[in-house]
T-cell receptor, first 108, second 111 residues
Framework: GIQVEQSPPDLILQEGANSTLRCNFS?????LQWFHQNPWGQLINLFY???GTKQNGRLSATTVATERYSLLYISSSQTTDSGVYFC??????????FGAGTILRVKS | EPEVTQTPSHQVTQMGQEVILRCVPI?????FYWYRQILGQKVEFLVS????????KSEIFDDQFSVERPDGSNFTLKIRSTKLEDSAMYFC?????????FGSGTRLTVV
């Protein structure tokens, strides 16, 4: 099946710093989503982005489908950005395959 | 924004007991899913459900698991005889052409 690799596995930032999270996938996909898992365990949908670029406030994402990667940018990070960021992809069959996540800690 | 609603948010059960996790998907979605996340691990697919039947299931989804859509709005996951290793966060999701929406999860603790 399709493989999803996320990097870095852990990231510690000072409040106000910017960061880039990466997601590589092993095959072409018809869906890619970024999720934020908050400290209460909830999975919050950030972007549905099988290709192209989207922005939502301080967050933006770019997927280059032909090169099989996606990037999530967080600018001016805040402590509330802390948590785990998951990339998940879908290829053909109707299910998402998740990466292992990036644990982000933003320090004040 | 439409939401997927899950109940209960947390359930503690004794090993060997049956549990039913409940979900109300987004009303105009046709595809429904259950995923599981063991503490500290990645989110894993369990089962997908379309047109009142299972369309795909993972190796994890063995005979102790079942899913049902008992009425037009609810979607349930039943675990017949819980084991310690079933302790996890269980997420319901519903899907449409523009992606999947996940519920807030049910944290199941088997003691």
């Amino acid at each position: 099946g399709i493989q999803v690799e996320q990097s870095p596995p852990d990231l510690i930032l000072q409040e106000g710093a910017n960061s880039t999270l990466r997601c590589n996938f092993s095959d072409s996909v018809n869906n890619l989503q970024w999720f934020h898992q908050n400290p209460w365990g909830q999975l919050i949908n950030l972007f549905y982005i099988p290709s192209g670029t989207k922005q939502n406030g301080r967050l933006s994402a770019t997927t280059v489908a032909t090169e099989r990667y996606s990037l999530l940018y967080i600018s001016s990070s805040q402590t509330t950005d802390s948590g785990v960021y998951f990339c998940a992809v879908e290829r053909g069959s109707d299910k998402l395959v998740f990466g292992a996540g990036t644990i982000l800690r933003v320090k004040s | 924004e439409p939401e997927v609603t899950q109940t209960p948010s947390h359930q503690v059960t004794q090993m060997g007991q049956e549990v039913i996790l409940r979900c109300v998907p987004i009303s105009n979605h046709l595809y429904f899913y259950w995923y599981r996340q063991i503490l500290g691990q990645k989110v894993e697919f369990l089962v997908s459900f379309y047109n009142n039947e299972i369309s795909e299931k993972s190796e994890i989804f063995d005979d102790q698991f079942s899913v049902e859509r008992p009425d037009g709005s609810n979607f349930t996951l039943k675990i017949r005889s819980t084991k310690l290793e079933d302790s996890a966060m269980y997420f319901c999701a519903s899907g449409a052409a523009y992606g999947y929406t996940f519920g807030s999860g049910t944290r199941l603790t088997v003691v």
